[in-house]
């Protein structure tokens, strides 16, 4: 008997199952973000000290995400599956009922080790339930989880702790989490290659993995607020890190049974995958960081407001997403590939074009057609990086896919946070070097500036005081934007610099089904002849050559 039997059941009901709970975790990474002061505040805090209740999530986030295809071959996909869900449900009833911010960072370390395995179990699930001929229908499905979820969490989370409580961002995840149990536990199985408990347990690269990718999470999220090198804490973090990451390496290629399969990486296509969707994580989600502090510092929109700008981006990502996945299964997927690059490419040379007088439409085209960008890059990559991946080193593979996204997306936020604050800081210094008694048109300036707070009741030496703290804000916010443009300008050229790169993705044009054609077969004559004999000889066509040629069907 089977112990595997075969069940019959619409993948979409499987892709609804595991989408719902893996959207939930995705949120839940962007969700927190505005709602940081009101919780620093709850909890008698400071900023700073409250920016950790997102870091301990990444952190404990990037370290399983690694190894959940390892611990699905070792518990069991489904098993996994639940314990991931039950405990990412658990543990959000445990976050919004914190009443201290270490319970609560305590929790969030709990929330990341348990939801980290979602993202990418539910990649595997979907690749393996769908044919391979629809794997761009099953990566249109993965797709608008995982771009809707990031730019609808500062939107979901602005207005949930202006109309009730920061509290309730985590309670949200209670009848997700139920109704995913639910669903799961009856329509997702394991299928027939996983056999659970083979193996031994690598607990050196498990080790080696946290070290590292715990490291440089913290270090990627603490580093501007730290001036990167010019702390101890951070040359700490860097050096840690080293010492993991090159260490795990090493550990993975020698041992009989790594935790994390590097050697997937030998495949061509995949390689390339994973380097492309690290670029993309850096523009991704670095944009999503910069457009909601241009909105908030430069033209006054408050937290909810920035988040609702970002809106378009997802309802041209809805959109358009199903039809790049129809387009994946018909047409080859890198030409799609190269559309999606320079329509991002575009989207971000109109953002650097904003000025201190843009205005809501002048943000809303480009997003939209950001979110078009998206949904043409992220569906065909992912169905190209693993059109060679065989199902039993798919967890595996998924695995290591997500995790490179997380990182291109903290690596790019890390790296363009620093840009804009040091390019603000350059052109500061340099406009306030044409600020002198000298220019006339800084005196000019400063003249009417004085006059319009006199005219407002103001005595002449407050209106000078104000008057000099107004033209100093002034240069500060056109300093500002010129390191916006300079970061949407540099983020524009990175999706050019990609486009050479899709060369190294490996597509197999699909061959049309082969009909059951008659097939000539040579066979000696004595075997022909007796052949003949039992067949009616009006269907036997008899030749006079050495060998005679039947038609077998």
């Known amino acids: 008997m089977d112990p595997f039997p075969q069940r019959i059941i619409n993948p979409w009901v499987v892709t609804f199952s595991v989408m719902l709970a893996t959207f939930m975790e995705v949120l839940d990474t962007t969700v927190v973000n505005v709602s940081i002061p009101h919780i620093a505040g709850n909890l008698a805090s400071t900023n700073e000290e409250g920016t950790w209740v997102v870091t301990s999530y990444l952190v404990s986030n990037a ?46 370390v709990l929330q990341g080790l348990t939801g980290g395995g979602l993202q990418p179990l539910a990649q595997a699930i979907l690749l393996e339930t769908f044919p391979k001929e629809r794997h761009g229908h099953a990566m249109a499905a993965f797709g608008i989880g995982i771009l809707l979820a990031p730019i609808l969490g500062p939107t979901l989370g602005g207005w949930i702790t202006d109309n009730y409580s920061w509290r309730w961002i985590f309670y949200l995840n209670l009848p997700v989490g139920l109704l995913s149990l639910v669903l799961m536990n009856r329509f997702v199985f394991d299928p027939k290659y996983v056999k659970r408990g083979e193996g031994r347990v690598d607990l050196w690269g498990i080790g080696f993995l946290a070290l590292g990718i715990g490291s440089l999470q913290v ?23 080293v010492l993991g990451l090159v260490a795990l390496v090493i550990r993975e290629f020698i041992t009989d049974h790594p935790v994390v399969d590097l050697r997937v990486l030998k495949d061509r296509s995949f390689a390339s995958g994973v380097f492309l969707i690290s670029l ?15 909105l908030q510092e430069l033209m006054g929109y408050p937290a909810y407001n920035s988040g609702l700008a970002l809106s378009p981006r997802g309802l041209g990502a809805l959109l358009f997403t199903p039809l790049a996945g129809h387009l994946t299964t018909k047409t080859d997927p890198r030409r799609l590939l190269v559309v999606g ?22 943000i809303f085209w480009a997003q939209v057609l950001q979110g078009v960008a998206l949904a043409f890059l992220f569906i065909p990559l992912m169905s190209l990086a693993m059109s060679h991946i065989s199902p039993q080193k798919m967890g595996n593979a998924t695995s290591i896919f997500n995790l490179m996204r997380n990182i291109g997306g903290s690596v790019g936020i890390a790296i363009m946070t620093t840009f804009l604050a040091r390019r ?6 340099h406009l306030v070097a044409h600020v002198t008694p000298s220019n006339l048109s800084a005196l000019r300036m400063l003249d009417g500036l004085r006059a319009n707070f006199i005219a407002r009741g103001a005595d002449a030496a407050t209106a000078s005081r104000k008057s000099l703290a107004a033209l100093y804000g002034m240069v500060q916010e056109h300093a500002m934007m010129l390191a916006f443009v300079e970061a949407f ?11 050479p790169f899709v060369a190294l993705l490996q597509y197999e044009k699909k061959k049309p089904a082969k009909q059951p054609a008659t097939k ?5 004559t004595d075997a022909a002849r007796q052949f003949a004999s039992s067949v009616p000889q009006e269907k036997i066509a008899h030749e006079p050559q050495e060998e005679h040629h039947l038609l077998l069907h």
């Not at 993309?280 to 241009?294: I, K, N």
């Not at 690059?341 to 002048?362: E, K, P, R, Y």
């Not at 000539?520 to 000696?524: E, G, S």
């Open 219 to 241: 270090l990627l999220d603490t580093g501007q607020r730290k001036d990167w090198f010019s702390s101890n804490y951070i040359r700490t973090s860097t050096v840690l890190c």
């Open 424 to 429: 603000t800081q350059m052109h500061q210094n």
């Open 520 to 524: 000539l077969v040579k066979v000696p």
């Open 280 to 294: 993309l994580g850096f523009v991704l989600y670095a944009s999503l960081v910069l457009l909601p502090l241009y």
């Open 63 to 108: 370290i399983v995400l690694p190894i959940s295809g390892w611990l699905a071959n070792y518990l069991g996909r489904k098993r996994l599956l639940l314990l991931c869900v039950a405990g990412f449900t658990i543990t959000s009833l445990c976050c919004g009922m914190a009443t201290s911010l270490a319970q609560l960072i305590i929790f969030r």
């Open 489 to 499: 300008w540099l983020m524009a050229v990175v999706f050019l610099l990609m486009i």
């Open 341 to 362: 690059m320079i329509l991002g490419s575009i989207t971000m040379f109109q953002l650097s074009g904003l000025n201190l007088n843009a205005g809501f439409w002048d």
